[in-house]
């Protein structure tokens, strides 16, 4: 027996789930709402560019745009209620059942399992809730001043490390475990006794 509960990290995109959830919404929200959306798509992959050339390390300005543009015409309860729908389709169709299956098995030993993502949180919160794990992710603004505005920073390579010592009380390094996909999430790993890359 162990003689101390472990804090175990998943990422979200391409690890806890298959794609890229980020990607998905886009296809998800010009499939529902295609006459209030497609207008969008312009702007969208302008501001993407901006953002993958961004020599920014957190890309907070540019992806805070990315946002204020998917959210613009909806309000705060049709964001609730696309984002639930939208977490049910990712549950349903796209979790990596041997990543989820690891997850199930450290809750079941009374691990704390933690999805740590730069995704946003007004989906990601129902995608969390889903799994059954707390959620460390990039936070976004509903509220009309600086509505789709990123809240602090991109939850995102360096932040991403901040965050998790920030917001888990008393973490551990020696007691913690984390998966991820990427090797932006290598300052992340420094930090845990166990990493996977998967």
């Known amino acids: 027996m162990r003689s101390k509960n ?4 998943f990422d979200l995109d391409k690890t806890l789930i298959s794609c890229d959830s980020l990607k998905q919404l886009l296809l998800f929200l010009l499939r529902r709402d295609f006459y209030k959306f497609y207008f ?5 992959i302008k501001i993407s560019l901006l953002h993958f050339f961004s020599g920014c390390d957190h890309r907070t300005k540019t992806k805070s745009k990315f946002f204020s543009k998917i959210l613009e015409g909806y309000s705060k309860e049709q964001i609730n209620k696309f984002s ?8 349903l169709n796209f979790k990596n059942r041997k990543i989820y299956k690891t997850l199930i ?13 730069a995704s946003a949180d007004f989906y990601c919160k129902f995608i969390a809730k889903l799994f059954k794990a707390k959620l460390i992710s990039t936070k976004v603004n509903l ?3 600086e509505f ?4 602090g920073k991109n939850c995102f390579g360096k932040e991403k490390k901040k965050r998790v010592l920030k917001e888990i009380k008393n973490f551990k ?6 998966y991820t996909d990427s090797k932006t ?5 420094k930090i845990c006794k166990k990493g996977y890359i998967i």
């Open 185 to 189: 999430d290598i300052p992340l790993l």
């Open 105 to 117: 098995n450290s809750k079941k030993i009374g691990d704390k399992v933690y999805i740590v993502t």
């Open 148 to 151: 789709g505005n990123i809240i």
């Open 40 to 44: 969008k798509i312009p702007f969208l």
């Open 173 to 178: 390094k020696k007691y913690s475990i984390l």
């Open 84 to 91: 639930k729908e939208f977490a049910n389709l990712i549950f």
């Open 143 to 145: 509220n009309k001043k």
């Open 6 to 9: 472990k804090i175990v990290l």
